[in-house]
């Protein structure tokens, strides 16, 4: 490219506008000083403490050879099944996971020897799982090394940071309800694909 060239397409970029995307909320108590940067960041946040909060969980869970969902199910047992076991449907809001998935990860632990089910006699339409000896040992196994990674993640979080982050988490959470049948609906998903085909092509030109 000649030297003139280079100069001229130098010179159009000094003269371009700097670009201010659009704020990504549009509610007023997600704004600091009228912009979303803090919000954004927030995000941002999340998602490295959920990639590692799942890395997390895999590790532990080959620990005991299984598999991240499968832990988590175990854990759910673990911690809800009292003295007579607990319903797929309560592991189901205990894990926040789909009934059916449970059901699928249930049978793999039941497989495994880690749980065993046991007909739930104040409804004959459910079971109620329960650890046995095998799942009890694989806990007191892991007992130390989650304590070791969750003692580190959450060194220095007050107690009151804690609820605040639990009150947040569970808001955000059930407002996530409401963006899932945007993401499922044909038509923005068809918007989306020509918006980007537009770009695409106006790039291309």
Do not use: W
Request: with cysteine; net charge positive; hydrophobic share 45%.
């Amino acid at each position: 490219m000649k030297k003139t060239a280079r100069s001229n397409i130098k010179a159009a970029d000094q003269a371009r506008p700097s670009f201010e995307p659009a704020t990504s909320v549009s509610h007023a108590a997600m704004l600091v000083d009228g912009n979303d940067e803090k919000f954004r960041h927030v995000l941002f946040l999340a998602r490295m403490f959920a990639d590692r909060l799942a890395m997390n969980l895999e590790v532990v869970a080959r620990e005991i050879d299984l598999t991240a969902n499968q832990y988590v199910i175990l854990l759910a047992i673990a911690h809800s099944q009292g003295k007579g076991g607990v319903t797929v449907r309560d592991i189901a809001h205990y894990a926040l996971m789909a009934s059916t998935h449970v059901t699928t990860q249930a049978g793999a632990l039941i497989k495994k020897g880690l749980v065993e089910k046991h007909p739930n006699s104040a409804d004959g339409r459910s079971v109620l799982l329960l650890l046995t000896r095998k799942g009890e040992k694989a806990m007191d196994c892991i007992a130390p090394i989650r304590q070791e990674f969750n003692d580190a993640m959450f060194e220095g979080v007050s107690r009151q940071s804690l609820l605040a982050a639990s009150k947040f988490l569970e808001q955000v959470t059930t407002n996530s309800e409401r963006v899932l049948p945007l993401l499922q609906n044909p038509e923005l998903k068809a918007n989306a694909a020509k918006r980007t085909g537009k770009n695409t092509k106006a790039e291309a030109d």
